[in-house]
T-cell receptor, first 115, second 113 residues
Framework: AQSVTQPDIHITVSEGASLELRCNYS??????LFWYVQSPGQGLQLLLK??????LVQGIKGFEAEFKRSQSSFNLRKPSVHWSDAAEYFC?????????????FGRGTSLIVHP | EAGVTQFPSHSVIEKGQTVTLRCDPI?????LYWYRRVMGKEIKFLLH????????ESGMPNNRFLAERTGGTYSTLKVQPAELEDSGVYFC???????????FGPGTRLTVL
């Protein structure tokens, strides 16, 4: 069975600083990987996904993630954080279930942005 | 275009009572998913509908949970009788195709006292 580890429960950064959120996964086959963001009172929004091809994936809101098979990692990065990026971030690995990708989520990382 | 909506946003009930959660997917999305997040833990998959049929219900915790999607539009998730460990946030998501992006609703926060 697949699993996802997000080792950081909370991360605090200053506005304008760079950000890296860590994600490690366990999956026996080629993984389908996702990052979602949940802002207060909102549903989860897909930031980016990796299915195959280029291991550096660009997403919305200026985020990117790099798939490293050798490290079983899919870390999320942003060069300069904005106050509006304060939210909870979820990494997920997708398993093919009857033709649908059902994500297995990590526990989430809460991002706090200081002015 | 309206997103996925869920009702109610919050529900507080006593152990042993019944609660019904509702999800309205994005219009035209045949695929509908239910997830649950128990406080401090991962978001876990409960089940997947394709139109009105249950495609995968492997994540349903026990027979106190009943999900329906009559007519292939909105879906309900009933918990009867509710137990303390059922507390958490219940998310619904929908997608156009089985491999399409899942759009999530804001969730229903259920508290069982």
């Amino acid at each position: 069975a697949q699993s996802v580890t997000q080792p950081d429960i909370h991360i605090t950064v200053s506005e304008g600083a760079s950000l890296e959120l860590r994600c490690n996964y366990s999956y026996g086959a080629t993984p389908y990987l996702f990052w979602y963001v949940q802002s207060p009172g909102q549903g989860l929004q897909l930031l980016l996904k990796y299915f195959s091809g280029d291991t550096l994936v660009q997403g919305i809101k200026g985020f990117e993630a790099e798939f490293k098979r050798s490290q079983s990692s899919f870390n999320l990065r942003k060069p300069s954080v904005h106050w509006s990026d304060a939210a909870e971030y979820f990494c997920a690995v997708g398993a093919d279930s009857g033709g649908s990708y059902i994500p297995t989520f990590g526990r989430g990382t809460s991002l706090i942005v200081h002015p | 275009e309206a997103g996925v909506t869920q009702f109610p946003s919050h529900s507080v009930i006593e152990k042993g009572q019944t609660v019904t959660l509702r999800c309205d997917p994005i219009s035209g999305h045949d695929n509908l998913y239910w997830y649950r997040r128990v406080m401090g833990k991962e978001i876990k998959f409960l089940l997947h509908f394709v139109k009105e049929s249950k495609q995968d219900e492997s994540g349903m915790p026990n027979n106190r949970f009943l999900a329906e999607r009559t007519g292939g539009t909105y879906s309900t998730l009933k918990v009867q009788p509710a137990e303390l460990e059922d507390s958490g946030v219940y998310f619904c998501a929908s997608s156009w195709g089985p491999r399409g992006e899942q759009f999530f609703g804001p969730g229903t926060r259920l508290t069982v006292l």
